[in-house]
Every structure is written in structure tokens, then in C-alpha cells.
């Protein structure tokens, strides 16, 4: 398997741009998790689905984030529009529901630059 | 609520000794999991090691293991023959067995090794 997949890598844009991070889970799991890294702030956690159903977006900052789960293959985050302290990597995570092996998975991450 | 505390955010340890690193948790849920997980200098989280609420024995894998203590809600880790490798963020979790399934993570502990 190839893991979890997350585009861009990095991103780079400009204050009131529209953003947009993609998530391809791992094939078969069913729970799937945004995280924000910053430095002053540490691992946040954003929003999470089980079964493309969101269960708890508490953690999103403010309504210029959403989130979407069109499918069980695919997630977006989207910031609309960014600012500079939206800058931080963005993590998506990926795991089974239930049972033993619940590990999460997590992507590579999105090093995002708002300047 | 479920709660996640690392009490120490950084630790130094010498090549080759041993260094635990300690978490607490707070639950009133009878039924969960608990991991570590290690975030080297790269950002890729990987899974370091597990633990099931309902095993009374601790985990282990290879030089990794744990101090599972239920009643007293804590979980550390401990590291054996420290490697050069090992210098990273160490981050525990919880996930709920049941119900949301939440996930929630610790805030880190840096742990570095010196030569």
C-alpha cells in the first residue's frame, strides 16, 4: 500500500488566497484525521470522520476552514481565505474504526506558507 | 472529557543508556487504547508501539517498552540502549475503543541523544 497521500508537499501563496490540501486515506480504513503542527501551538487536532462522516470539527480554528469527505477515498481542507498565521504543516491521518490494530497512519504532511 | 498530559518536554539521555518518558491520562472509559508515537527531525509520525486497556501485560518491541499502570492512568516509556536515532518528538495517545473512537494526542516530549 502506499500509505497515506497528501498534495501538495508544500504550498506557498499570498494573504486571501484561497487554499486547498488533499487527503487519500489508506484503502479500507474508515476513520480519517486533520492535524495542524505548529511550533507555539503543537499537534491540533482539526476535524475527524469515521465513515466520511464528521464527528468532531471542535478543533477548527474559525470558519474560514472546512472540510469535506466526499468519498472514503478522498478529503480536502480548504482555507478560505488564508492568513499568515494559518502557516504550519497540515497533517492527514488515516486508521481502521475499530479493533486492535487502530493505529493511525499519517501522511507526509503539507508545509503550508502564507505570506 | 479524555485528557493527555506530558509533563516533560524535553529529555537528554547518553548513547546507549536507558531514558523512560512519562504520560498520564485522564478517563472515565474502561475500554481503549494507548500508543507512543516517535516524530524524527523528517515530521513522518510512526507508530513506536501499542497498548490494549484490557492486557495487563506491558508491551514491548525490540528496545521500546512500557509501564502500564491503569488504576494510576499512566503509560510511559521506556527506552533501551538509546541510539542516535532515537532523537525525535515522542507524542502519546488515547483512542477511545468505543462510541466516537476519539483520538487524542499528548503535547511531546524532544527527546535527544548524546553521543
Known amino acids: 500500500d502506499a500509505g497515506v497521500i497528501q498534495s501538495p508537499r508544500h504550498e506557498v501563496t499570498e494573504m486571501g488566497q484561497e487554499v486547498t490540501l488533499r487527503c487519500k486515506p489508506i484503502?479500507?480504513?474508515?476513520?480519517l484525521f486533520w492535524y495542524r503542527q505548529t511550533m507555539m501551538r503543537g499537534l491540533e487536532l482539526l476535524i475527524y470522520?469515521?465513515?466520511?462522516?464528521?464527528?468532531?470539527d471542535s478543533g477548527m480554528p474559525e470558519d474560514r476552514f472546512s472540510a469535506k469527505m466526499p468519498n472514503a477515498s478522498f478529503s480536502t481542507l480548504k482555507i478560505q481565505p488564508s492568513e499568515p498565521r494559518d502557516s504550519a504543516v497540515y497533517f492527514c491521518?488515516?486508521?481502521?474504526?475499530?479493533?486492535?490494530?487502530?493505529?493511525?497512519?499519517f501522511g507526509p504532511g503539507t508545509r503550508l506558507t502564507v505570506l | 472529557a479524555q485528557t493527555v498530559t506530558q509533563s516533560q518536554p524535553e529529555m537528554s539521555v547518553q548513547e546507549a543508556e536507558t531514558v523512560t518518558l512519562s504520560c498520564t491520562y485522564d478517563?472515565?472509559?474502561?475500554?481503549?487504547?494507548l500508543f507512543w508515537y516517535k516524530q524524527p527531525p523528517s515530521r513522518q509520525m510512526i507508530l513506536v508501539i501499542r497498548?490494549?486497556?484490557?492486557?495487563?501485560q506491558n508491551a514491548t518491541e525490540n528496545r521500546f517498552s512500557v509501564n502500564f499502570q491503569k488504576a494510576a492512568k499512566s503509560f510511559s516509556l521506556k527506552i533501551s540502549d538509546s541510539q542516535l536515532g532515537d532523537a525525535a518528538m515522542y507524542f502519546c495517545?488515547?483512542?477511545?475503543?468505543?462510541?466516537?473512537?476519539?483520538?487524542?494526542f499528548g503535547t511531546g516530549t524532544r527527546l535527544k541523544v548524546l553521543a
Open positions: 470522520f469515521n465513515n466520511n462522516v464528521p464527528i468532531d
Open positions: 484503502s479500507g480504513h474508515n476513520s
Open positions: 495517545a488515547y483512542r477511545s475503543a468505543s462510541g466516537t473512537y476519539k483520538y487524542i
Open positions: 497498548q490494549e486497556a484490557y492486557k495487563q
Open positions: 478517563t472515565s472509559e474502561s475500554d481503549y487504547y
Open positions: 491521518a488515516s486508521s481502521l474504526l475499530a479493533g486492535a490494530y487502530n493505529e493511525q497512519f
